[in-house]
């Protein structure tokens, strides 16, 4: 009796042992998690307003390079975005305010759409006259690899940077199947689709087309307020 009294306590004692080291390792692990999915948050932020670590710019970057792919020192990264991005709230949205020289640059939002195969999530920025946009990168997609992904690489975000927004609620953005020059030499309001990946290419579009309109209006209505909450 003793002994299948001392076995059963040796099998309780042991599970909870385990039990104990998974839930401390599912903690670190959660928290090590969270703190890799801020970083890649930040660095699409950073990536959408232009902005990059010290001797990389547009050019410089290959064009198959996503922005998890850029390499940035973790203290660095961490100081740009500190110093150049503030966030706000109006009307239960997020908007991110990029800071030059002490005043307002430019704006950010989250937007989302869906793509061929579910929702595509990205974060969208635009000039500080509202008339320009000045990036976009994407944060969650699952679209095929090496078609409707490659929205993710940065030859084709690169057709985002200066994209003409300025008569947006008359003139939506287009998509086109080629595109001489990219609207960072002469501005338009069109961006290239990705060839072979109508469906994904159209789903960008759409996703902008149908979330700039109210940030837009949202963000006019607001600049004083914006400002103001900033001290800027």
């Known amino acids: 009796m003793k002994k299948a009294l001392y ?4 099998m309780v004692a042991i599970t909870i042992f385990f039990i104990t080291i998974l839930a401390i390792t599912n903690e670190l692990s959660s928290k090590k998690i969270e703190d890799n999915y801020k ?17 990389l710019s547009d050019d410089k970057i290959d064009a198959d390079i996503v922005s998890q792919d850029i390499s940035w020192d973790k203290d660095e ?37 869906k793509g061929l195969w579910g929702e595509i ?6 000039n500080f006259q509202l008339s320009h946009l000045l990036g976009l ?8 690899p090496g078609l409707g992904a490659r929205i993710t ?10 994209l003409d927004i300025s008569n947006f609620s008359e003139k939506k953005i ?27 290419s159209r789903g960008v579009l759409n996703m902008l087309n149908n979330e700039l309109k109210d940030y837009l209006k949202l963000i006019k209505e607001n600049k004083g307020k914006i400002s103001k909450e900033l001290s800027l």
């Open 174 to 200: 287009e998509m086109v199947r080629k595109k001489e020059k990219l609207n960072t030499e002469v501005s338009a309001n069109t961006f290239e689709a990705v060839t072979g990946a109508t469906l994904t």
């Open 39 to 55: 970083i890649q948050v930040m660095k699409s932020i950073l990536y959408a307003f232009n902005l990059y670590p010290v001797g």
């Open 137 to 144: 990168d994407f944060l969650k997609q699952s679209e095929t």
């Open 121 to 126: 999530q990205a974060f969208c920025a635009v």
């Open 77 to 113: 990264l961490f100081k740009v975005y500190n110093e150049k991005i503030r966030e706000v709230e109006l009307a239960n949205k997020k908007i991110f305010v990029y800071i030059e020289n002490g005043k307002a640059a430019g704006y950010g939002f989250y937007i989302s759409g």
């Open 7 to 10: 076995t059963i306590f040796f």
């Open 153 to 162: 690489e940065h030859w084709f975000k690169r057709y985002f940077r200066n």
